[in-house]
């Protein structure tokens, strides 16, 4: 248990490191790069655009990130004590998390980046949390091999070029061919792609379960679900005002659960 609770503050601090990063390279290296096209237009200039995808990206991911923890899933203290009262709760929607040490609605896993549950409350923005932060990295790598490929003068046409960047990058580093700052890029663009596609599988399948109307609980403990619509599923965690939400990080979109909530 240590052990988690320690997990638990190291992996926000590592997400919060890599976004810094992230900000801090993007912002001192692959933007001035990008300056130097005199021919582009001011209002078009490649590295407006890159900007604001960027800021665009970045701000989603992080401004949801604040959401999933503000709106954490409410505490139902009363079902963990008595057999007695744990039948009061709305069953199978509820669990007790050993790491928060409380009792969630509609528990769908502890997420130890965020260093909280998962639940009903902050679903939708764990969803469009993961949805930005897989694009907000893998958009980074590829501005990250651009400059690369600038700065190195090396060619990424190849499938396999790729794959073959860092173990040739490690030996012209230790031979002075390659500086510290272009060896940390290259490690990044690595970690960008790591990232990028685990925070991309991770939203495949919450979106999965939510159109089966399932959390991640109620699977790994074989309970049965009533069947329904999948837009019904759909509407409830991401309201019928979806579209905002998915442009401006916002809790209330006018979803089901947060109607019931609020009654």
Request: glycine share 6%; charged share 10%; with cysteine.
């Given at each position: 248990m240590l052990a988690l609770r320690l997990l638990n503050v190291v992996a926000p601090a590592y997400f919060l490191c890599i976004s810094l990063v992230t900000f801090v390279l993007q912002l001192f290296l692959f933007l001035p790069s990008m300056r130097e096209d005199p021919a582009a237009a001011p209002l078009f200039s490649p590295a407006l655009l890159h900007?604001?995808?960027f800021l665009f990206l970045s701000a989603?991911?992080?401004?949801?990130?604040v959401l999933v923890i503000q709106n954490s899933p409410d505490d139902l203290g009363a079902c963990q004590?008595?057999?007695?009262?744990?039948?009061?709760?709305?069953?199978?929607?509820?669990?007790?998390?050993?790491?928060?040490?409380?009792?969630?609605?509609?528990?769908?896993h502890h997420c130890f980046f965020t260093g909280n549950c998962i639940g009903s409350r902050n679903m939708r923005n764990f969803v469009l949390f993961c949805l930005y932060t897989s694009l907000a990295c893998l958009?980074?790598?590829?501005?990250?091999?651009?400059?690369?490929?600038?700065?190195?003068?090396?060619?990424f046409a190849h499938p396999l070029a790729f794959l073959t960047l860092l173990p040739t990058s490690i030996s012209q580093f230790f031979s002075g061919a390659v500086l510290g700052s272009e060896m940390f890029v290259i490690l990044m663009l690595y970690l960008w792609f790591a990232i990028g596609l685990a925070c991309a599988g991770f939203c495949c399948h919450q979106l999965l379960l939510i159109l089966r109307g399932q959390t991640r609980h109620q699977v790994r403990k074989g309970m049965a679900v009533r069947a329904r619509p999948w837009r019904k599923n759909l509407q409830e965690v991401f309201g019928k005002r979806w579209l905002l939400g998915l442009l401006v990080p916002m809790f209330n979109v006018g979803s089901e659960s947060s109607k019931q909530q609020d009654k």
């Open positions: 900007g604001a995808l989603n991911a992080l401004g949801n990130y004590s008595t057999s007695a009262k744990r039948a009061l709760c709305p069953p199978p929607s509820t669990h007790f998390c050993r790491v928060c040490a409380r009792v969630t609605l509609r528990h769908d958009y980074s790598m590829v501005a990250g091999v651009a400059y690369i490929s600038a700065v190195l003068s090396i060619s």
